[in-house]
């Protein structure tokens, strides 16, 4: 189609004059037409282009309209053509029923009788033509619309393609900076690993030195003096060693924690003589706890140790001596990114030289200090931290250089009220060596010196000892007869079954049977004998320890049957 024949009206009165005259009469006044000799050629043309159509109504009268009809009804959305038909004075019931249907089937109809003004043709004509105008500019902004839509169809699909191959890249660089942080962590593991074997190597080996060094020269030594302190110092470095190992499970948070309702006021008012002995005399202890301080949920030697610790990192910060202050206090409903609920605050703060912020971002890590060689392993704080998350709580530090530390502990509030007994981390009364004829005792050991050493124990203790070197062998013990009133067994052993499945097993043969478990790891074994009613006794232990454990366990076994009975 053109512009030229979209303005065009089209005439179509194929008998007399009225086609040539009504043409040249709206040629006359500049109006472009054009003459169709039949109604296919009409159709064609109104096909090509047009503004209008003239048509006299005897062209069409009982002829073929069919496809001129089916044109009027395909006509797009926007075009609606107008036909003006000159028309007769007939009114013949036919011709005016005809003209009805030809007005509803070509829609936009003008009827103009003949005789007819030239002016009146004209003046309709040019009606219908911008009429006609009106709805070709609806087919441009129709068009426009259009061909807009498409433009943005277009533009959402190449931002859409952009998008994929941004977001495609921004997986390819997550997935490396995954790769790269997981490959750092790794780095970091590495790192740690081997400050922390390191740093366990270096103090064991001094460890070691002393007690290896104390036995070496134990034989070089007459004076029973200095045998003394040798026995002395390998006493201390194997109580060293036993706080080392302490510290490192409690840090990776394998330390077997026997929480309880704790009342700290009287918990850590208890250790007064302990702390007093700990520091130096130039530095003092002050307690502050209201009255009304909640009982936490903690395991109260633990507690203690923890605070122990805290005291002498506190007094080491204060060379020139000072005040330390321990202080509890009830926070209700506390809400942050870390806790939630009651807890308790306990604060142990100083007026020492305080820490930067390089160091305070590390006092965590296990092995690192501040102080010189000698003067610390490094694994307090790392103990405090891994203590206090078991313990589902938090610990927060808030120093400045020159204006002191302050470290809080936040521990879940108890529901229940703490017991009236209290049981501290050193208790100067503790049970001696026993008389002779305690009883039998089964030992079960797969290690020949400790089990050497063990039985030595047992028997200055007053107990007949018989060895198994295996869970197995103990059962073939118990199974041949065997005079036995006490099972002592280590957890982890060989052969596929460890003390908790010995226990077991002698728990369904003798139900009466007493049984003691020793183990140096807190594991998933240890929590199963737990579960399974059976008392575990820590390495390392001293004799006077072992003692009160074996004596726990027969009152138990007393009154377990007493119950039953």
């Known amino acids: 189609m053109s512009a030229e024949r979209d303005h065009r009206v089209l005439v179509f009165a194929p008998i007399g004059r009225d086609g040539p005259a009504s043409a040249e009469l709206l040629r006359s006044a500049r109006i472009a037409t054009a003459v169709c000799r039949d109604l296919s050629e009409l159709i064609t043309e109104m096909s090509a282009g047009v503004g209008a159509v ?8 009982a002829k073929a309209t069919a496809p001129l009809r089916q044109w009027a009804e395909r006509q797009p959305p926007w075009s609606d053509l107008p036909f003006i038909v000159l028309t007769s004075h007939r009114e013949q019931r036919a011709v005016v029923s005809w003209r009805r249907e030809l007005v509803h089937a070509l829609r936009n109809v003008s009827l103009l009788e003949r005789p007819i003004q030239p002016i009146t043709l004209t003046s309709a004509v040019q009606s219908a033509l911008r009429a006609r105008r009106r709805q070709y500019e609806i087919r441009a902004l129709i068009d426009a619309r259009e061909q807009s839509a498409q433009q943005l169809e277009l533009l959402v699909v190449e931002r859409t393609r952009a998008l994929a191959e941004s977001n495609e890249h921004l997986r390819v660089e997550m997935a490396e900076r995954a790769r790269v942080e997981e490959t750092l962590r790794q780095a970091q593991k590495i790192e740690a690993i081997g400050r922390l074997t390191g740093g366990v190597a270096h103090d064991f080996n001094n460890l070691l030195m002393v007690i290896s060094g104390g036995l070496d020269m134990l034989d070089r030594q007459s004076d029973p003096a200095r045998r003394r302190r040798l026995m002395d110092g390998m006493i201390q470095a194997a109580q060293r060693g036993a706080s080392l190992t302490r510290q490192l499970l409690a840090f ?12 700290i006021a009287r918990q850590i008012g208890g250790m007064r003589e302990l702390l007093d002995r700990s520091l130096r005399g130039d530095v003092h202890v002050q307690f502050e706890f209201p009255d009304n301080l909640w009982p936490v949920e903690v395991d109260p030697g633990e507690l203690e140790l923890v605070v122990l610790n805290l005291a002498v990192n506190a007094r080491d910060a204060m060379p020139s001596g000072g005040t330390i202050v321990v202080r509890a206090e009830n926070l209700r409903d506390l809400d942050d990114d870390e806790l939630a609920g009651d807890y308790v605050r306990l604060s142990v703060i100083d007026t020492g030289t305080g820490m930067s912020d390089e160091v305070r971002v590390r006092v965590f890590e296990p092995f690192f200090t501040t102080k010189d060689i000698g003067k610390g392993s490094g694994l307090g704080l790392a103990q405090v931290y891994g203590f206090v998350t078991q313990s589902r709580g938090s610990v927060r530090i808030d120093s400045a250089i020159g204006n002191g530390t302050t470290i809080a502990l936040y521990l879940p509030r108890s529901t229940q009220a703490a017991s009236k007994d209290q049981h501290h981390l050193v208790d100067l009364d503790r049970p001696r060596p026993r008389r002779p004829d305690e009883g039998r005792v089964l030992l079960v050991e797969d290690d020949d010196e400790v089990a050497a050493l063990v039985s030595e124990m047992l028997r200055q203790l007053g107990y007949d000892v018989t060895r198994a070197a295996s869970a197995a062998a103990a059962l073939g013990a118990l199974a041949d007869g065997r005079n036995v009133d006490l099972v002592f067994s280590d957890v982890m052993m060989p052969g596929g079954m460890n003390g908790v499945d010995l226990a077991r097993e002698i728990q369904k043969r003798r139900v009466d049977m007493p049984i003691l478990l020793t183990s140096g790891y ?3 074994a240890v929590h199963a004998a737990r579960e399974a009613g059976v008392r575990i006794l820590p390495k390392p232990y001293r ?9 726990a366990v027969k009152v138990e076994n007393v009154w377990s049957r007493a119950r039953t009975s």
Not at 54 to 61: K, M, N, S, T
Request: no cysteine; net charge negative; aromatic share 4%.
């Open 543 to 551: 004799i006077d320890e072992l003692a009160a454990a074996l004596d």
């Open 522 to 524: 807190s594991g998933a």
């Open 54 to 61: 003239v048509v006299a109504e005897e062209g069409l009268f």
């Open 252 to 263: 990776s948070r394998r330390q077997e924690l026997r929480p309880e309702p704790v009342d």
